[in-house]
Nanobody, 122 residues
Framework: QVQLVESGGGLVQAGGSLRLSCAAS????????MGWFRQAPGKGREFVTA????????NYADSVKGRFTISRDNAKNTVYLQMNSLKPEDTAVYYC???????????????WGQGTQVTVSS
């Protein structure tokens, strides 16, 4: 069983930056593809980005490509999401997730964190 705990959310002005972290415990971190999803009020959970087990391959939603960067440190059992040039439409609860298979759909992820709120003011 993998436990995931996100941190680093908060309130930021448009154009600003935030760095989210997700610390994993239990299981073997490097066995899992790691992903970030987000959910805005009244909307479904949306894929943001994912990173392969080694960190050598990444995948981004078009809406964040060029602004967000995912990375992982397998020695620290942690995955990061660097968010730059933030926009009000990035406002959401951001979730970290772990998957045996990977992909862009929430259903393929096996373990989830509790989420961290990111609010971008205009």
């Amino acid at each position: 069983q993998v436990q995931l705990v996100e941190s680093g959310g908060g309130l930021v002005q448009a154009g600003g930056s935030l760095r989210l972290s997700c610390a994993a415990s239990g299981g073997t971190f490097s066995d899992h593809v790691m992903g970030w999803f987000r959910q805005a009020p009244g909307k479904g959970r949306e894929f943001v980005t994912a990173i392969s087990r080694s960190g050598g391959s990444t995948n981004y939603a078009d809406s964040v490509k060029g602004r967000f960067t995912i990375s992982r440190d397998n020695a620290k059992n942690t995955v990061y999401l660097q968010m730059n040039s933030l926009k009000p439409e990035d406002t959401a609860v951001y979730y970290c997730a772990a998957s045996w298979l990977g992909g862009r759909t929430p259903g393929t992820y096996d373990y989830w964190g509790q989420g961290t709120q990111v609010t971008v003011s205009s």
